[in-house]
């Protein structure tokens, strides 16, 4: 099991180059990521990799879970400005199955890295400035906006878009650990989708 590390606030970065940098991170852990398990990626690796020193990495990631959760709150963040409302007459439950399915997907296209996201998003839950919170923000958001909920905001509204998202979470989680086949994965994700959100 990774340690979790210091239990400060990471920087975030502010300039141009800075952002760069912090970019070339993620982008660096992810690979790392595909091809190793969470515990066997080196942040001296990843700095190696992105071309920056060990102690800019742990600037803005003081562990490994700080940045395997960096990276999939990167990979949410952009599936969020992808993300349309649905228009009128579409079916916006069938909309929410699909987008899942299809992010799902795209998950399963590389198991490894998203065995390790998704091991360090639940265990920076209870880490100070860690991604998970954001993340857990931005996945409602996504299922409400694309459900036609965004307008209602209300607790029930808010409580069945995050049911879907723990359900579809651990439908994942055992496609990954092949126990489910993809196909029965999907059609899980389409009938969670039905109960919770009609």
Known sequence: ???????????????????????????????LG??????RVQMQDVAREAGVAIATLYRYFPSKIHLFAAVMR???????DEAVSPAPGDDAVAA????????????????QLSLSMIQANNLAQKVPGSASDQIDA????LVMRTAGLD???????????????LCWF???MTVLNGRTPAGEAELDTRR??????A
């Open 1 to 31: 099991m990774p340690r979790v590390g210091e239990s400060r606030v990471p920087a975030e970065p502010s300039s141009a180059g800075q952002k760069a940098r912090y970019r070339r991170i993620l982008r660096a852990a992810a690979r």
């Open 34 to 39: 595909e091809r190793d398990e969470l515990e």
């Open 74 to 80: 990167s990979q949410v963040l952009r599936l969020h």
């Open 96 to 111: 929410v199955a699909e987008l899942l399915i299809r992010i799902g997907r795209d998950m399963l296209d590389h198991p």
């Open 138 to 141: 931005v996945f409602e958001e």
């Open 151 to 165: 307008e209602e905001r209300t607790q029930d509204a808010r409580r069945r878009a995050r049911l879907v998202i």
């Open 170 to 172: 651990g439908v994942l």
């Open 192 to 197: 969670a989708c039905e109960l919770l959100l």
